[in-house]
């Protein structure tokens, strides 16, 4: 049972104490909310103060926020605020105050991704607004789906319905890795399109190598052509700014809690509005509300706080942590290219390239890698293909933390 004093302490992390080793939280100082960013006078002091704002302990190496990215401390205060709230009054609050501010989350979203309000369901996660495409997209048999052999399963399962109720045919592209250059990518994808090509599903930012596809000139032969462009946005908003019509896509599909850094369980799906009547999930049948007939009940909580999560993007920039995060991870692969033993899977092209390195050990499992670096503190992400390593360079990734990773990963090769 929990003693009165850990529930104390456990109160503390939420409250701004510091050192609580009991927690296993280790020497963290986290006295600062989003209003402390201001406080920085260089961009420095800002990615520091933006370190110190996490729950990560400061001895630990976090290089896995293509999986789940840490909150900040603006954002857990503002999820656990709402939740506390609710339970004063839940119905009360539920559809009047905080049902309010979580239907404002949607236009939030719609901001942040140059879209129109009436264009964005607030999901679950990215497989969740895919699962929902593949649900109700009219497809016909024999119609064709393109997409590559790199997707993600969270992707590809949505696709998998559509040929077990649809009786649809997926045609999978293998894509050069890495790839050299956006035309290389878009004239492998072009040449596959065929009169049959009904549907193409393409991941913004590649799960396994980080690549980054160039969507708006892959948009311009799907619009020709009146193909469905849909875009798995798992790894992209939060790392690159993202702006949904210039990317000419018919639907988008993310998560909140990756590279947005926002509460688990959170994402979105953009939806275009000439698309929309392609795609009539049950789930939007009585609107794009947050909260409606269709989706019934939500937990106003982590919207509030995905919101909170936008708040503070919005606060440092996203410019501003396109370009931080690209530094670090060209620093990354230049040192990584000064080692024996592995190969780099990621784009070398600048135009191919987000905070996102990946790699191959040549003689060694990814696995064992994986558990040595853990032993020193370095979280990083075991890739299910490629024998691959993925190593994400947030903007509190520093270029100390990269010298910390290689120094510990070498050894190992
Ligand atoms: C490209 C891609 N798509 C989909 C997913 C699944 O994301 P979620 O579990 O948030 O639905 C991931 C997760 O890593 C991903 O990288």
Redesign the pocket.
């Known amino acids: 049972m929990t003693s009165r004093r850990q529930f104390i302490k456990a109160a503390g992390v939420l409250g701004g104490m510091t050192a609580i080793p009991s927690l296993g939280l280790g020497n963290i100082s986290r006295q600062n909310t989003a209003s402390d960013l201001k406080a920085a006078t260089t961009d420095d002091e800002l990615f520091k103060l933006v370190r110190q704002q996490l729950l990560i302990p400061e001895d630990r190496l976090y290089l896995n926020t ?2 789940l990215g840490p909150s900040p401390r603006s954002v857990i205060d503002a999820v656990s605020a709402a939740m506390k709230q609710l339970e004063t009054n839940p119905v009360a609050e539920n559809w009047g105050p905080l049902g309010n501010q979580m239907e404002e989350v949607r236009k939030k979203v719609a901001d942040f991704i140059h879209a129109d309000v009436d264009e964005v369901l607030i999901t ?7 699962n929902l495409i593949g649900q109700s997209l009219k497809l016909n048999a024999g119609d064709e789906i393109l997409t590559t052999t790199d ?5 590809e399962v949505g696709l998998e319905f559509l040929v077990q109720t649809r009786g649809a045919v997926i045609r999978k592209l293998e894509m050069p890795i890495p790839s050299q250059s956006p035309e290389e990518v878009v004239q492998t994808i072009g040449k596959n399109i065929t009169l049959k090509t009904k549907y193409l599903m393409l ?1 913004h ?3 396994s190598t980080g690549m980054v596809m160039p969507f708006a000139e892959i948009s311009r032969i799907t619009q020709a052509k009146g193909i469905f462009l849909v875009a ?4 992209a908003p939060g790392l690159i700014p993202i702006n949904v019509k210039n990317l000419g896509v018919d639907a988008y ?1 993310a ?1 909140g ?2 590279w947005m850094l926002g509460p688990k369980e959170t ?1 979105f799906l953009y939806l275009r509005k000439g698309f929309q009547p392609q795609v009539q999930p049950v789930f939007s049948s009585s609107g794009f509300g947050t909260y409606s007939k269709s989706s019934g009940t939500r937990n106003v909580a982590t919207i509030i706080g995905l919101g909170s999560a936008i708040d503070w993007l919005n606060q440092i920039g996203m410019e501003k942590i396109e370009k931080r995060t690209i530094e670090i991870r060209n620093y990354c692969m230049t040192e990584l290219k000064k080692l024996h033993g592995l190969k780099i899977i990621s784009p070398d092209a600048q135009a191919l390239s987000c905070g996102i390195v990946s790699f191959s050990p040549e003689k060694t499992k990814n696995k064992n890698i994986y558990l040595a670096l853990k032993e020193k503190d370095i979280i990083v992400k075991v890739l299910t293909k490629h024998n691959g390593i993925r190593i994400s360079c947030h903007l509190f990734v520093s270029k100390a933390d990269i010298d910390r990773f290689i120094t510990a990963l070498s050894p190992l090769l």
Do not use: C
């Open positions: 293509g999986s679950r996660n990215t497989t969740e607004g895919l997707e993600h399963g969270g992707g991941s930012i590649n799960t798995d946005g798992a790894q599909a998560s809690h990756k994402g």
